[in-house]
């Protein structure tokens, strides 16, 4: 079974009972709690699930708003896009960060066929599973796991970030605005986030149009020390954004 088609079942269950612990999806779906807890990251990346103390809840979707099966085709297109356009500026034998998070995400498939080996450092739970069964190298950051997120934060991680060296680092961000800069709705995930930009040689950030122009709670980092990867930008965003930073457009 393939991913998209695990992850519609899983969801498909979590809708029918509205609310279900971990332990009953693994009865009803036949599928271990790791395979389980990284579904459940991504559908909770999308927007789709909540999770909650004991299990996960079913989003529902405002009837006047597109649907699952519209939407998730333009943003996967849309974070494909944006991960390949990304991976093109790695050589080859980087150690690299990579943010938790959907569009961060999409990077890992076109990290397989690089050579010499890029290493990966992640404070993903989600990544470092998908990393490792593709048999790239990774080191997953410790600390406290965000329940909703699968994201590693807190002091301790921060901390170890603030000891580490990054060629590269890949961010993603909820923000992104000329006036507050690279925003997240978490202080936490941004203390990690300015960590990460700090230590690192180069750092670009994943976003899509539908970031650019918002303001989240907590401004992780200025515009001026990070790269945007992104698409679809109209003239004026992107002549704004290009007196601050440096623009990729996928």
């Known amino acids: 079974m393939i991913v998209e088609e695990r992850q519609e079942r899983l969801l498909a269950v979590i809708q029918k009972h509205q609310f279900i612990s971990l332990q009953e999806l693994k009865g009803v779906t036949q599928t271990s709690i790791s395979t389980i807890r990284r579904d459940l990251a991504s559908l909770t990346d999308k927007g789709l699930v909540k999770r909650v103390h004991g299990g996960v809840e079913f989003i529902a979707q405002n009837k006047k708003s597109s649907t699952v099966s519209e939407r998730r085709p333009i943003y996967q297109a849309d974070k494909q896009k944006i991960a390949k356009r990304a991976v093109q500026q790695l050589q080859g034998g980087e150690t690299i960060f990579l943010d938790a998070g959907s569009t961060t995400g999409e990077v890992i498939a076109y990290l397989a066929d690089k050579k010499p080996a890029i290493t990966v450092v992640t404070n993903s739970v989600h990544h470092a599973a998908n990393l490792s069964d593709l048999m790239i190298p990774v080191l997953i950051i410790g ?30 961000a909820d923000g992104i605005s000329v006036e507050f800069g690279l925003t997240t709705p978490d202080l936490e995930e941004a203390a990690v986030k300015r960590a990460v930009v700090e230590r ?21 980092v200025t515009l001026e020390e990070v790269v945007l990867v992104t698409t679809n930008l109209v003239s004026k965003q992107r002549d704004e954004l290009k007196k601050v930073m440096k623009v990729l457009v996928a």
């Open 143 to 172: 600390g406290q796991v965000k329940q909703t997120t699968d994201a590693v934060i807190g002091a301790a991680a921060v901390e170890q970030i603030k000891n580490m060296v990054f060629d590269v680092s890949f961010v993603g």
């Open 200 to 220: 690192s040689h180069v750092s670009y950030v994943l976003a899509d149009a539908s970031k650019i122009g918002v303001a989240s709670f907590a401004k992780a």
